[in-house]
T-cell receptor, first 114, second 108 residues
Framework: GAGVSQSPSNKVTEKGKDVELRCDPISGHTALYWYRQSLGQGLEFLIYFQGNSAPDKSGLPSDRFSAERTGGSVSTLTIQRTQQEDSAVYLC????????????FGEGSRLTVL | GIQVEQSPPDLILQEGANSTLRCNFSDSVNNLQWFHQNPWGQLINLFYIPSGTKQNGRLSATTVATERYSLLYISSSQTTDSGVYFCAVHSGYSTLTFGKGTMLLVSP
């Protein structure tokens, strides 16, 4: 597609449930990032994939969070046993190069944990 | 890690006014981007400007990497310029680090 595509755009779930968020990066982009933005806050880095290298998971807030990237393209962010503090907009971005390249963001997935 | 500070945190302008937003960073960078987050939450790329000056219509940006700051200029502001402006930098082996943003409100 022309831009970074994320789904679902909105997700409401109950505390304790697992959720999966999907990101389809711009075709040809080798680098993929997940960020989180809580209400009224800046962007918090979660995880970074670059080609076939091991991902940089240094931003994941707890072991309930995990992400994978299959075939070097689509990525899924999984949050297990969701908590209310997980409520946020989860943003995915991709770039052509490594992390020095220009990033392009998707429209985000808004997660609400009741 | 690298620190990114943006100022002012909030700004209210009358339509037609000019403004300057500032981004200071604590270490040398090899990537700097300015984004505009519109009221619907979409992050829109404004400039990819690790150094030098760029212009795009009413907006321009300058990064002085040796002095560790970047400026975003908005001229003849319009109500559609309202939103949050983020500066983000990449340094060394880290990923893109964002400042806390400048919230801009342009009133008619």
């Amino acid at each position: 597609g022309a831009g970074v595509s994320q789904s679902p755009s909105n997700k409401v779930t109950e505390k304790g449930k697992d959720v999966e968020l999907r990101c389809d990066p711009i075709s040809g982009h080798t680098a993929l990032y997940w960020y989180r933005q809580s209400l009224g806050q800046g962007l918090e880095f979660l995880i970074y994939f670059q080609g076939n290298s091991a991902p940089d998971k240094s931003g994941l807030p707890s072991d309930r969070f995990s992400a994978e990237r299959t075939g070097g393209s689509v990525s899924t962010l999984t949050i297990q046993r969701t908590q209310q503090e997980d409520s946020a907009v989860y943003l995915c971005a991709s770039s052509t190069l490594d992390s020095t390249g220009e990033l392009f963001f998707g429209e985000g997935s808004r997660l609400t944990v009741l | 890690g690298i620190q990114v500070e943006q100022s002012p945190p909030d700004l209210i302008l009358q339509e037609g006014a000019n403004s300057t937003l500032r981004c200071n960073f604590s270490d040398s960078v090899n990537n700097l981007q300015w984004f505009h987050q519109n009221p619907w939450g979409q992050l829109i790329n404004l400039f990819y400007i690790p150094s030098g000056t760029k212009q795009n219509g009413r907006l321009s940006a300058t990064t002085v990497a040796t002095e560790r700051y970047s400026l975003l200029y908005i001229s003849s502001s319009q109500t559609t310029d309202s939103g949050v402006y983020f500066c983000a930098v990449h340094s060394g082996y880290s990923t893109l680090t964002f400042g806390k943003g400048t919230m801009l409100l342009v009133s008619p």
